[in-house]
């Protein structure tokens, strides 16, 4: 299995309240992908990176933001949570763009109350 | 966007039997395309993947085959064991950095 943490695990919030996820990658893989998985949507992307420092955003990229400071990480941030980013979040990882494939994490279920 | 849809949200077959996923998508510029298996609290998992200049690619009791003028594509496992009860998703790129995946199909093998 890739080497892919992600924490936690499980969280529960508030509406209102920050939230932060964060993947970490033992492959030093150069991409990083936050994606949520929702019922009746499947995977959506939300931002990608493609290096330290470069970030894009992905489909549903409104109401987050994402940071890579270093190789192994990639942070994923809800400024403000709403009941509407309640959701499992998976972070992927890849050796290239549109050349092989996705190794995911195991998940973070976020619910905000 | 892009519209990646699957024809049967479930799928159940006896064990032994041969299973057959499909999935249709939208975008004639998609040029990548990759199945993967999700089991119950975990993450996707790679199954086999394929590029718009094949029609068909065969893994290990997997083979993919696309259909680039009606946009479909399928999986299909042989032998399905009961290990195969998953969600599949199929999954394609057009853009070189964006995948655009399935809404899944949950596949349950009878013993």
């Known amino acids: 299995d890739a080497g892919i943490t992600q924490s936690p695990r499980h969280k529960v919030t508030e509406t209102g309240t920050p939230v932060t996820l964060r993947c970490h990658q033992t492959?030093?893989?150069?991409?990083m992908y936050w994606y949520r998985q929702d019922p009746g949507h499947g995977l959506r992307l939300i931002h990608y990176?493609?290096?330290?420092?470069?970030?894009d955003k992905g489909e549903v990229s409104d109401g987050y933001s994402v940071s890579r400071s270093k190789t192994e990480d990639f942070l994923l941030t809800l400024e403000s949570a709403t009941s509407s980013q309640t959701s499992v979040y998976f972070c992927?990882?890849?050796?290239?763009?549109?050349?092989?494939?996705?190794?995911f994490g195991e998940g973070s279920r976020l619910t905000v109350l | 966007g892009e519209s990646v849809g699957l024809h049967l949200p479930t799928l159940s077959v006896q064990e032994g039997d041969n299973s057959i996923i499909n999935c249709a998508y939208s975008?004639?510029?998609?040029?990548?395309f990759i199945w993967y298996k999700q089991e119950s609290g975990k993450g996707p998992q790679f199954i086999i993947d394929?590029?718009?200049?094949?029609d068909k690619r065969q893994g290990q009791r997997v083979t993919v085959l696309l259909n680039k003028t009606v946009k479909h594509l399928s999986l299909q496992i042989a032998a399905t064991q009961p290990g195969d009860s998953a969600v599949y998703f199929c999954?394609?790129?057009?853009?070189?950095?964006?995948?655009?995946f399935g809404t899944g199909t949950s596949l349950t093998v009878i013993p």
């Open positions: 394929i590029r718009s200049n094949m």
């Open positions: 999954a394609e790129d057009s853009t070189g950095n964006q995948f655009y």
């Open positions: 990176s493609y290096g330290v420092k470069d970030t």
């Open positions: 975008n004639s510029a998609s040029d990548y």
């Open positions: 992927a990882i890849s050796e290239s763009i549109n050349a092989g494939e996705l190794f």
């Open positions: 492959e030093n893989h150069r991409y």
